[in-house]
């Protein structure tokens, strides 16, 4: 049985002093710039217009509360890496997300975005260990699922896997995605309510 979800956007916020300050824990999405976010969210939510898709990487630049079920937050944090911005909008970037991951208290769970038709990128394999450093619980998300065969899909997967196991003795949960498809839906969505449920 699909998981029915009720959405509604909450605020959006500049800075972490403006994350709503209420009980409801945060379940955050992160990734690369156009790694399909937004897509994501909406394909999660079962709603089409509630994320703004965009084709421009970095569109999104604030910190985006949505409140679920009237029981927690999705939260669509701004990409990181994308070069086209200037290096100091790059810097404010990287401030909000960092303050917001690192600090914000209300965070409980981050799913960090990968592009499954990538090679491991730099810029998120420095964000993934960076998470690990700081003990911040996170799990991966594989997008764009349908782009790729399943044997392709499989096999960057475990590329990923023997990427990660280098420096990491237990992987984070990994989940493959397709916004398009709907793939991945059921089972993000039942991991959410695990987590949620047992903290």
């Keep these: 049985m699909a998981i029915s979800i009720r959405a509604k956007?909450?605020?959006?916020?500049?800075?972490?002093?403006?994350?709503?300050?209420?009980?409801?824990?945060?379940?955050?999405?992160?990734?690369?710039?156009?790694?399909?976010?937004?897509?994501?969210?909406?394909?999660?939510?079962?709603?089409?217009?509630?994320?703004?898709?965009?084709?421009?990487?970095?569109?999104?630049?604030?910190?985006?509360?949505?409140?679920?079920?009237?029981?927690?937050?999705?939260v669509d944090l701004p990409g990181y890496g994308y070069a086209r911005v200037s290096k100091t909008a790059r810097g404010e970037f990287s401030?909000?997300?960092?303050?917001?991951?690192?600090?914000?208290?209300?965070?409980?769970?981050?799913?960090?975005?990968?592009?499954?038709r990538l090679e491991p990128q730099k810029i998120d394999l420095r964000f993934i260990e960076l998470m690990g450093e700081n003990g911040i619980p996170f799990g991966i998300i594989f997008t764009k699922a349908d782009k790729l065969s399943q044997a392709q899909r499989n096999r960057n997967i475990k590329n990923y896997k023997e990427v990660l196991s280098q420096q990491w003795e237990e992987l984070p949960p990994m989940f493959v995605s397709s916004s398009e498809k709907g793939l991945g839906r059921e089972e993000i969505l039942g991991f959410i309510e695990e987590i949620l449920n047992n903290n």
Excluded at 16 to 42: M, T, Y
Excluded at 59 to 70: Q, R
């Design 9 to 74: 956007f909450k605020c959006s916020s500049e800075k972490i002093s403006q994350v709503p300050k209420d009980e409801f824990k945060d379940i955050a999405f992160i990734g690369r710039s156009n790694v399909g976010k937004s897509s994501l969210v909406n394909m999660l939510t079962n709603n089409n217009n509630l994320a703004k898709v965009s084709g421009t990487p970095g569109k999104t630049k604030l910190i985006n509360h949505f409140l679920i079920n009237d029981s927690w937050y999705l």
């Design 95 to 116: 401030k909000l997300i960092l303050d917001y991951v690192l600090k914000c208290e209300k965070m409980h769970f981050l799913f960090v975005l990968v592009d499954s």
